[in-house]
């Protein structure tokens, strides 16, 4: 979606590396999601903050962590203690329940 | 817990309608969305009805929904090449959560020239 920008697209880690993401958007939305996709499953939800300086555990956050220190970014680190860090990650804006979602283009993670 | 299921895959051949189905179990379901992702992006909101909603019409896409079955469909009419990819029903409620959304598994959708 225009606005909503992840970088970079493609990103490798190496065994007991952290690696942060990026998402930035300039649609002034107050709520910020992160997600994780594997193959053949639907969204995972990793973090979500609803306003700066608050965020909140979702479904799987055990091996990740975010910050967010701006309206605009919501950064999403991938731990050494993520194991399987290997997945396809979304940056979405939306919320609250009544107003629909939209989406990065999305960070490809793999392991070297 | 809510759950969302969706058929893996469905293939049709161009000019041809496709219908994806998507079945939940949260009741309270209100808000009901369709998503679109091509390969190697994210996901693009195609559609969205609400609970209070029998059907919904926007060009091509049909979107129905059923609430007695808890059942959504979209249905794609003259599908053409360049509709093949994912498909994802979601759905948010709030009762589920004031920012929770639950996605299905995805419906790959094939195109046949």
């Known amino acids: 979606d225009g606005g909503i920008t992840q970088s970079p697209k493609y990103l490798f880690r190496k065994e007991g590396q952290n690696v942060t993401l990026s998402c930035e958007q300039n649609?002034?939305?107050?709520?910020m999601y992160w997600y994780r996709q594997d193959p053949g499953q639907g969204l995972r939800l990793i973090y979500y903050s609803q306003i700066v300086n608050d965020f909140q555990k979702g479904d799987i956050a055990e091996g990740y962590s975010v910050s967010r220190e701006k309206k605009e970014s919501f950064p999403l680190t991938v731990t050494s203690a993520q194991k399987n860090p290997t997945a396809f990650y979304l940056c979405a804006i939306g919320g609250p329940y009544n107003q629909p979602q939209h989406f990065g283009d999305g960070t490809r993670l793999s392991i070297l | 817990g809510e759950d969302v299921e969706q058929s893996l895959f469905l293939s049709v051949r161009e000019g041809d309608s496709s219908v994806i189905n998507c079945t939940y179990t949260d009741s309270s379901s209100t808000y009901l969305y369709w998503y679109k992702q091509e390969p190697g992006a994210g996901l693009q909101l195609l559609t969205y009805i609400f609970s209070n909603m029998d059907m919904k019409q926007d060009q091509r896409l049909t979107v129905l929904l059923n609430k007695k079955d808890k059942h959504l469909s979209l249905r794609i009419a003259d599908t053409q090449t360049g509709d093949s990819a994912i498909y994802f029903c979601?759905?948010?409620?709030?009762?589920?959560?004031?920012?929770?959304?639950?996605f299905g598994t995805g419906t790959r959708l094939k195109v046949l020239a």
């Open positions: 649609l002034n939305h107050d709520a």
């Open positions: 979601a759905f948010s409620s709030p009762t589920s959560g004031t920012y929770k959304y639950i």
